[in-house]
């Protein structure tokens, strides 16, 4: 049973799959997501700034993985001493369901800080509901804005501002931008008029592609106008401003908080031991202590063999996919198929789409910039996505606005509450001292 079917899961039931039919073993597969897809994540952001369709980047599980039982529901308990989950579905009673193996790979939710007005007026970038949000909201501040006489107002409506300049945030700042662009172009006002501030409280944007990279994307992002706050956080978000931690008040309504990850809410009922907020495996990525429970990707602190140095691996796709085929080959030798292995992966590298024209990559140890490293982040996100009619839907996507703008239509099928942190990613507001 594998609770999960995100990078991890998916791979992991891909790969179990593959190999329980060539050993002709008649074992089943039970794979139970709280959606019925697997969400290739990487391009959220190109979702939120509208140069994807949400649908493209949302691969069908039923259709990918055929011949593994797949339950729509969410699981709400694990009993490692009954070996069962707990499930609950949409219109019906929870189900109680029994298991020999389970992999845990549920994933991650966003981080929150204790930040006032951050719960309710803030939205992350984690689910679909959260980029297509933060499209819409943006396009609806930038209409609003035109009927406003008030310039206080206006320019609060007329600016966005983005937390964490790690690569997922200044991504989505990117794409954001590249939508202001384009709505500006087409609604003749100057592209300056609307402001974006990144704020991140690291020295550096995007210290996983290191420092050469990181500040030629600070050049390039401030060449586009983006006003980039490093060392600066949020001291509180209200519906119409926030304050920056040096104390300056910032008139805005639209504000995404992408600042980091910790381990699925799941988790933390378990009872097992946690290391932030991740649950903590051994190198076979089997739970200390239960050698029928494993668990990969975000959830779980998985040591990194290679780093050394107690060092686990950071929370990302690449580590994910590759730990969901480690998975898959531990639990398959404790059916008699194969032998076990450690998890031991040397990063490739990352791709970083920074929207029109530009993007930074560090392949291999390679560091590129400009078109060659945009040439590679689409060649390998069209690689990487694990169906054939979503690449061919993305590539499409790609080739449309390379030659026509990117459209600026505004649907409302998501409401603030239904992208809120709560709705969207299951994380429930802290209670305050005075509940
Ligand atoms: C905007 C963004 C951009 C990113 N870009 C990159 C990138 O370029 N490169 C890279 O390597 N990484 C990137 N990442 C990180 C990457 O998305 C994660 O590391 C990866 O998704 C982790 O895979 P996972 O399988 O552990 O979790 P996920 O892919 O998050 O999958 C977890 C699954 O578990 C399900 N689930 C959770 N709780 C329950 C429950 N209680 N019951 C049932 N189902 C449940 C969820 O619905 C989900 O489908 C990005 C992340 C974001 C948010």
Redesign the pocket.
Same mark, same amino acid.
């Given at each position: 049973m594998i $609770? =999960? !079917? =995100?990078? +991890? !899961?998916f791979a992991c039931a891909k790969k179990l799959a593959r190999l329980f039919e060539v050993r002709e073993r008649d074992i089943e597969i039970v794979l139970?997501? /709280?959606?019925d897809y697997? @969400?290739y994540? &990487?391009l %959220? &952001?190109d979702v939120a700034g509208g140069a994807i369709d949400p649908r493209f980047v949302t691969v069908s599980l039923a259709d990918a993985l055929p011949s593994v039982r797949l339950i729509v529901g969410? $699981?709400d308990a694990v009993d490692p001493e009954a070996r069962t989950v707990t499930v609950a579905r949409e219109n019906h009673e929870p189900l109680e369901l029994g298991w020999d193996k389970l992999v845990l790979? &549920?994933?991650?939710v966003t981080r929150l800080f204790d930040v006032p007005g951050l719960h309710e007026h803030a939205r992350g %970038? /984690?689910t679909v509901a959260e980029a297509l949000y933060l499209r819409e909201q943006l396009l609806h501040q930038l209409e609003s804005a035109e009927h406003e006489a008030d310039p206080v107002v206006r320019r609060a409506r007329r600016t966005v501002v983005v937390v964490g300049a790690s690569? +997922?945030g200044t991504e989505l700042v990117a794409q954001l931008r590249a939508l202001a662009d384009a709505y500006a172009d087409r609604r003749g006002i100057e592209r300056d008029e609307i402001r974006f501030l990144l704020l991140d409280t690291a020295k550096q944007v995007m210290p996983e592609v290191g420092e050469r990279l990181g500040e030629k994307a600070l050049e390039v992002l401030r060449g586009r106008g983006i006003d980039i706050r490093l060392e600066t956080s949020l001291r509180s978000v209200a519906d119409d401003h926030v304050v920056l931690t040096d104390g300056a008040r910032v008139g805005t309504h639209t504000v995404a908080w992408v600042t980091g990850v910790t381990g *699925?809410p @799941?988790l933390d009922d378990l009872g097992f031991d946690l290391e932030r907020g991740r649950l903590v495996v051994d190198e076979y990525l089997r739970a200390p202590g239960h050698p029928d429970i494993l668990a990969g =990707?975000? +959830?779980a602190a998985v040591p990194d063999l290679v780093r050394g140095d107690g060092a686990i691996t950071p &929370?990302? +796709?690449?580590h *994910?996919s590759r730990q969901g085929k480690t998975l898959a080959r531990n639990v398959a030798a404790d059916f008699g198929i194969g032998r076990a292995a450690p998890y031991r992966h040397r990063d490739m590298g @990352? $791709?970083v789409d920074l929207g029109p024209g530009f993007a930074v990559a560090n392949p291999l140890g390679k560091h590129l910039s400009g078109l060659p490293a945009k040439a590679v982040t689409r060649a390998y996100h069209t690689y990487a996505l694990p169906r054939g009619v979503n690449r061919w839907a993305v590539t499409l996507g790609y080739l449309t606005t390379a030659f026509v703008p990117r459209p600026l239509t505004r649907l409302g099928l998501v409401s603030a509450r239904e992208a809120g942190f709560a709705d969207s990613e299951g994380i429930q507001e802290p209670a305050h001292a005075s509940d």
């Open positions: $609770v =999960g !079917g =995100g990078f +991890a !899961g139970i997501d /709280k959606q697997m @969400l994540t &990487p %959220l &952001p969410r $699981v790979t &549920p994933g991650s %970038l /984690k690569y +997922a *699925a @799941l =990707g975000d +959830a &929370p990302t +796709a690449q *994910a @990352l $791709v």
